[in-house]
């Protein structure tokens, strides 16, 4: 199953997606609202856990490649949290994409197919997505897709080391009756 838009293929992962991946996972500027680059070992095995949700769920992190040049961009899609809070379970909304690739409105263009699949397809009546508040074009793909901050939903995330930088992170949500393509 994969997804096309006007400019993208959202597609499931491949084996030559290995490096490309891994050059952006190991990028700082990518990474820096992440908790670190990964090693080539570590990107991999985001690619085998991204693999084992579509199988589990139907739905994941779909790889993105660029329609005209057959590169691979990086992700956008939905996913499981896997740690509890206030808000969870719940699906989430994101992306990450090859610093090349920012500034041309790919992750939006993404991310509105990704939620066009969530509540069309795989019958969700609300997706959420969340990063840190100094991720400002993180947020802004957000407001752009229809998000709303959840002022209440402030959380301290669960999987980041309490007194880090990281920790503190903001929630914004959609509704499938607030979705416009
Ligand atoms: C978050 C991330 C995907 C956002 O990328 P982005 O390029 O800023 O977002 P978009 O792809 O939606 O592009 C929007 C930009 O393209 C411009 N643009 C150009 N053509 C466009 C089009 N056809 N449609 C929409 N925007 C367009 C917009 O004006 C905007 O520019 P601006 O940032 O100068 O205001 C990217 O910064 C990233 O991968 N960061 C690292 C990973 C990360 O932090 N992920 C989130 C963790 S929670």
């Not at 670190?36 to 985001?46: I, V, Y």
């Not at 790889?63 to 949290?81: H, M, Q």
């Not at 992750?107 to 508040?133: K, M």
């Amino acid at each position: 199953m994969q997804i096309e838009t006007a400019r993208l293929l959202l597609r499931r992962w491949k084996p030559s997606d290995s490096k490309p991946f891994h050059q952006l996972n190991s990028d700082p500027e990518v990474m820096e609202f992440l908790l670190k680059p990964l090693a080539l070992e570590e990107s991999d095995e985001m690619i085998v856990r991204i693999e084992s949700h579509f199988e589990q769920h139907g739905f994941g992190l779909w790889a993105v490649e660029a329609k005209e040049t057959g590169l691979l961009l990086g992700f956008a899609g939905l996913s499981r949290p896997t740690f509890e809070t206030q808000f969870t379970p719940c699906i989430e909304v994101g992306w990450r994409l090859a610093r090349q690739a920012w500034g041309r409105g790919f992750a939006t263009e993404a991310a509105r197919a990704a939620l066009a699949f969530g509540f069309d397809e795989a019958g969700l009546t609300e997706i959420v997505s969340f990063t840190v508040p100094a991720n400002l074009r993180s947020i802004a793909v957000m407001e752009r897709i229809g998000m709303t901050r959840d002022i209440a939903g402030d959380f301290e995330h669960p999987k980041v080391p309490e007194n880090h930088h990281l920790r503190k992170h903001v929630l914004y949500r959609l509704r499938r009756e607030e979705f416009q393509i």
